[in-house]
């Protein structure tokens, strides 16, 4: 059982920039793919990227392309989430989940294991 912890949420202008963090409770972290999704209010929880269990690939949605960056510590047991350039459309409440088959990493029920969220608000 991997008990995975979200933290770094918060409410922030548009344009400006957040970290999120993700922590695994698993000493075996590295034997699984992280992945990132957030679920916007009225709307179905979206994939937004992911990292390879080494970290040496990442692959991400066209929505944040360019502006999130996901990056993994083996060593720390944490996958983070950096956000750039954060605009009112990327408020939404933001999960780290573990997955081993990275060919489903863009569907939900790839993932085995997941936060309890956290939320992101970017004001115009």
């Known amino acids: 059982q991997v008990q995975l912890v979200e933290s770094g949420g918060g409410l922030v202008q548009a344009g400006d920039s957040l970290r999120l963090s993700c922590t695994a409770s698993e000493r075996t972290f590295s034997r699984y793919l992280m992945g990132w999704f957030r679920q916007a209010p009225g709307k179905e929880r979206d994939f937004v990227g992911a990292i390879t269990w080494s970290g040496a690939y990442t692959t991400y949605a066209d929505s944040v392309k360019g502006r999130f960056t996901i990056s993994r510590d083996n060593a720390k047991n944490t996958v983070s989430l950096q956000m750039n350039r954060l605009k009112p459309q990327d408020t939404a409440v933001y999960y780290c989940?573990?997955?081993?088959?990275?060919?489903?990493?863009?569907?939900?029920?790839?993932?085995?294991?997941w936060g309890q969220g956290t939320q992101v608000t970017v004001s115009s």
């Open positions: 989940a573990a997955a081993t088959e990275w060919a489903n990493r863009v569907r939900e029920s790839a993932y085995n294991y």
